[in-house]
């Protein structure tokens, strides 16, 4: 059974660093596009950034531009998110995804067939 497994979440302060790791297993994701959401405490789910199997033209949200960065493993069947200068406002739980359909990434999560269970992100003031 196809599976993404999270990892790499915590409690960070203000200007701070994580790396967020997803690990597929069950498949071979490396044709996939594979993105990362989140979603906030009473909001919905959000666009993060996305990429696609051969890791070119990675598409992110404006909010996280210059400060975070998905890559990927394929040889390790992982995805990664590095997020620097982290802001109190980017905490939510982050969920790794994966569109078995599309070579393109995109942000239009209901295209997204395959979804990790979640990791908290949270930034301190």
């Known amino acids: 059974q196809a599976q993404l497994a999270e990892s790499g979440g915590g409690l960070v302060q203000a200007g701070g660093s994580l790396r967020l790791s997803c690990a597929a297993s069950?498949?071979?994701?490396?044709?996939?596009?594979m993105g990362w959401f989140r979603q906030a405490a009473g909001k919905e789910r959000e666009f993060v950034a996305a990429i696609s199997w051969n890791s070119a033209n990675p598409l992110y949200t404006q909010s996280v531009k210059g400060r975070f960065a998905i890559s990927r493993d394929t040889a390790k069947n992982t995805v990664y998110l590095q997020m620097n200068s982290l802001k109190p406002e980017d905490t939510a739980v982050y969920y790794c995804?994966?569109?078995?359909?599309?070579?393109?990434?995109?942000?239009?999560?209901?295209?997204?067939?395959?979804w990790g269970q979640g990791t908290q992100v949270s930034v301190s003031s």
């Open positions: 069950g498949r071979t994701f490396s044709s996939y596009v």
């Open positions: 995804a994966a569109d078995s359909a599309r070579r393109v990434p995109h942000s239009n999560y209901r295209q997204y067939d395959f």
